[in-house]
């Protein structure tokens, strides 16, 4: 049997490759901000939109892959972010009954700064951009983001409020591998930090 199709919301920072490895690691076959195959090659965020304008179905050209564990791209003149999309989420649930949604999470403040420390989204993809919550000219300071972060936590909450197809969880909780087990009904056999960004403290070693 097919699993469900799986799709994070979570912003940059919260976890997406983590969750990626671990549902890799539980068989399901993932699909993590951009496509690199032979066959198959695109940001997720942008075959997203291809696929609900041309179709209707934001899957259409993502039908090899389970889940989606980071879905928005903001670099080389790309600028996507379908989990701000109220009509781009209803699609999908609308076309691929079934589908499971996740919300990666993590404390704003604390997501807010590894944002700003990660290459250069904080200090300038972010800010120099137009994003859903967060115009071009916003975005240049930890604060600024810790309130996009926060206002996108409170917009899924609210969009699948009362829902069984939807599941926020915070990636320091211990029990978050078990929940997102129980929730997608497979077990994750494996569960760590992935892609994690280096301490300020190290930053500053390094560059010394």
């Known amino acids: 049997m097919a699993p469900p199709k799986v799709i994070n919301l979570g912003f940059p920072k919260s976890g997406t490759t983590t969750l990626a490895q671990a549902l890799t690691q539980a068989g399901f076959r993932v699909a993590d901000w ?3 195959g032979a066959g198959q090659k695109g940001f997720v965020g942008g075959l997203m939109y291809r696929g609900y304008f041309e179709t209707g179905d934001p899957l259409t050209y993502l039908g090899d892959y389970d889940a989606f564990s980071e879905i928005d791209v903001v670099r080389d003149k790309r600028n996507f972010w379908p989990q701000c999309d109220f009509a781009l989420i209803q699609a ?26 990660w290459s250069d989204m904080g ?86």
């Open 92 to 117: 999908i649930r609308d076309t691929h009954p079934g589908a499971l949604f996740l919300l990666s999470s993590r404390d704003a403040e604390a997501q807010a700064d590894s944002m700003m420390r």
């Open 123 to 208: 200090t300038r993809r972010l800010p120099m951009t137009n994003i859903p919550g967060l115009p071009k000219g916003f975005g240049k300071t930890r604060a600024d983001l810790t309130r996009w972060i926060t206002g996108h936590v409170a917009f899924c909450q609210k969009v699948f409020e009362g829902a069984e197809d939807f599941l926020a969880y915070d990636i320091n909780d211990p029990e978050a591998p078990g929940k997102i087990g129980a929730f997608l009904g497979r077990d994750l056999p494996w569960w760590g930090v992935a892609n994690a960004n280096p301490p300020v403290d190290e930053l500053k070693e390094g560059a010394a």
């Open 34 to 36: 951009k496509l690199r």
